[in-house]
């Protein structure tokens, strides 16, 4: 069944020495880089699933925070309320998540455009009131779980779900029809439905997809950061790190949202830890958006391309006058 | 990448299996043993001392107050010596990390504090909520750490081992001014309370609430308010119920709003009561005459007669940082200062240096809870039990009110340098 | 029935201020179609401008509101080809790209403030700061009531150029259709240029009574982005009178849910109401945006 040839392509071969790598760190690294890695494995997570949403749907959301902060509420409210077992908590705090963007995607999803980003904007910030107001979530007092100090669990917990959105992405959007539809959506949704797609349907299940594994993410957050507060995980910048990440890596692409992930957590890492006494790094961060997005629209994943064209014709390109046919 | 589907069936079962894998190999992972990574084996002769703090984000404020009075702690010992352990003096310093005023940046920030930089004790946040994000992670890795600022009652019930914090909690604290005003001979009968809805300024609001109800009198209005809110409304509707006092948890940001929203209402309730923030340098400059007679509660102010041997009295304190930041000191500063000679005195006690291994960490932590150690701050000695466990409860709250732009003591009984005025004379006549 | 009308009052007030910038967003959000980010941060530095003008001064921030628009007017004049750079993108989202690029550039913003004037609260002080005047028992702030007038003064003066003279029919036009517009000959980078120019200045002069109604820091325009927004979309976004009556409401909900519901609720009901708009009127209450 398994032919040799296929499995020695450099592509499988790089992607399985990868996993391998990956299964292996928490042996060979020490703890704080061991904690960087589960931070970035949990922004792929999140950046894949805005991706989802964003990119192969074309539908640009800053409430996708709402969906982790929900999540990372939701389990811990469980485990400490009904005291349930970590992963039991997780699967449900998934399953509400998703039922809990169909009911919110089915009105929100009607807009499109700027009028989505904001809408789904406004119902983060209300979200975060909501649990801000509330009793049973702690309000600004946040809400403690139980503490569990196992480095190496929550490392592999955020890598196998950063795994799982990975594989998600590669088969339901990338090699799928349900991903060519999406697609669709986003080029000519009205021609898509014309040609006789559901689009409300897909568009649903998309957006409570993408709502869903952010939900789970951040239910492996509260349990990994064990202290969850309204501005720390229902905060607009939850979201704009997501949408950022992904047009830094390159919006719609399976590899993007990785190498964005990855570039921004480290280097603002990095950054906090250089510059850890001045508020310097956030000039440094503004500017490092700005340059990239004026430089390289296409995202980090167009990089190569840039540099095999002649510095010539790169330069050109950087510095041409803007065209007049776009008023 | 992988267009025939057994390759992708087996990529997915290797996938899987992988996870499986590594979920049943983590159980028994390095993680008390991983623990002895913090501690340091370079040799150093001086004491490397983590601080974490809020340097960007919304408490940017008072995360850079903390920072001043760690610096200058850092500075004093430093020209003074160093920390002496033995009969050799031991200099100190400082690590910065940026919590971003959020919890979880600040967890990141304290594990690579300790795993990477390998500090020996930490200097504690600003905010209430980060102490609560790094307070496991210090229990984690055995490392003591006191704040000299969070100030929430919730962070000392959860009984942390690791983490101290050298001001009184501020249900302790929030109690007394309206205390104080009962006492008088033409006592306020009636407040209004607004509080911010963060946890210290709710912690605070309540805490108004509870000692008004207990000294007899009536709340006429409670409301706790998310942050940003525009305060005209909220205080036009006060202005009709006419209450004697106002009282108002929050920051330095918000007291300037309220006070400014009642004075553009033309609203003079016969006192404002506040808490932290009116002894921010910032309060007093921005409002002028406006931010007199507001009555406040600290725990230490320039006045006091308290002395040590690092600082001298605590005028030299204030002397000494004026000359370093052009502003006056207040309770957050100092404490944050006095935080550093609880370390340098359990350090000394147990006469351990640098760089310490986990052992004489340990033994720092249990020095900390034993030792009380008197400084220009006052004494500073941590609660074993109750519900502020590790907590300093050996300060005495005061009662300040604003008289020119300075702080006087104007209760407790035992402590007051002055009357309080009361009611206090309005706006435009001042 | 003082309290009410002492709350209807404080409503329109609140409200009044942001107007302005209101008008400024969806006129620029109009022709270039670039959500802003960054609305906050020109609320920012119009304050700090005025602030340190005042210091070094002494003249009232009142009286340099001229100079602090036609300044930022500047400003958002050279600045503007960037924006436009990002905008002509060839990019499946080039929108987007544009919207994340303001954020980046409120990042930039924040954080050069932060670093260059450190994290103090400044207070900005005018002729009207804190006086108020007694109207039938009804107490009304004098800085609000100066805020609210000049608002509506400085939108009826963007209408009439909007609607009376020919360069505002030409920014019409352009926002109503660039491509028909192009072909009639309108320069589109031209008009591009103005509006934005116009957007930046507007926005920094409300600035000046921002600063001085509340305080002054370098984080503060994150709070006012939201106003901001919620005005913009509630009205529609290139709507006038959509504008103004989405200001009033932002404040009287503000208002009333103080005063009758309890401070806790404001902003969550705020969000919501902002929320249903969207969903039942996407193109704002009076359903005349773009």
Redesign the interface.
Known sequence: ???MK??T?P??II??LS??VL?TL??VV???IL??AT?IMMWIGLALSWNML?GYM?Y?SFGHGASFGVGAYITGLLMMLLHLPFFVALIISGVITYIFAMIVGY??L??S???F???T???A??MR??V??LDTTG????L?LP?M?????F??VM??LA?LVF?TA??FFENSDFGLKVKAV?EEEVAARTLGLNTTWIKNQVFALSSMFAGIIGGA?AYW?????P??VL?P?IA?QM??MV?LGG??TLFGPVIGAIVLYVGN?YM??AW???????????????LV??FL??GLLSLPRVFKSTTKGAFARLFSP???T?? | MFKKLPIRRAVVVLAISCLILSLTGCGGAKTGADAGNSASTEARDYYKVGVITSLSGAEVQGGNITKYGYDLWAETVNNKGGIKVGDKGYQVKLVYADDQSDPAAGANAVERMITSEKVDFILGPYTSGVTKAVAPILDKYKVPMITGSAESPSIWTQKFKYTFGSVPAADLTAISPLETLSKLPNPPKTVAVLGVNDAFSKAVAEAFKASAEKNGITVVKFDVVPAGTDFTPLISAIKQLNPDVLAVGGHENEHMEVIKASKSLGFMPKAFVMHYGITNPDFSKNLGKDADYTFGAAVWTPDLDLKDDLFGSAQDYVKAYKDKYNAIPDYTAAACSATGESFSAALAKIGAKPPLSDQQREELTKTLEQIEVNTFYGPIKFATDGNWYHDNVGLKALVIQMINGEQVIVGPEAMKAKDPVYPVPAFNVR | MGLFMQTLINGILIGGIFITIAVGFSISYGVMHIVDFAVGEWIMLGAFTAFWLNMYTNVDPLLLIPFIALFFALIGYLFQPVIQKVVNIKHRSAAMMALAFTFGLSTLIRGSALTLWGFNNRNLITVLSEKNVDLFGITVPAIRAGATVFSILVTAAFAYFLYRTKTGITIRAAAENKTVAGLMGIDGHRISRLVYSIYVGLTAMSGVFIGSIFSVFPDMGLRYTAFAFFVVVAGGMGSFSGAIVAGLMLGLISSFVSVYMGGAYVFLILFFILYLILVFFPKGILGKGW
């Open positions: 069944m398994l032919k296929q499995l392509q592509r499988v992607f399985i996993l391998i299964c928490p042996w020490s703890s704080f904690r960087i931070g964003g074309g640009i009105p929100t009607r807009l455009g700027s009028y980003a904001i809408g904007w406004a119902f910030e209300m009131q909501l801000l107001v309000g600004p007092e946040g403690r503490p100090l196992n480095d190496n669990f490392y592999f890598f196998g795994l594989l590669y088969f986003r957050f950061i064990t202290y969850i507060h501005d720390s905060g910048l704009d949408v950022i047009l919006i719609g890492q906090l830890a850890g006494q001045s508020s310097a790094y956030l000039i440094i961060l503004g500017l490092a958006i700005c997005i004026l629209p296409e803007p065209r007049k776009r008023i």
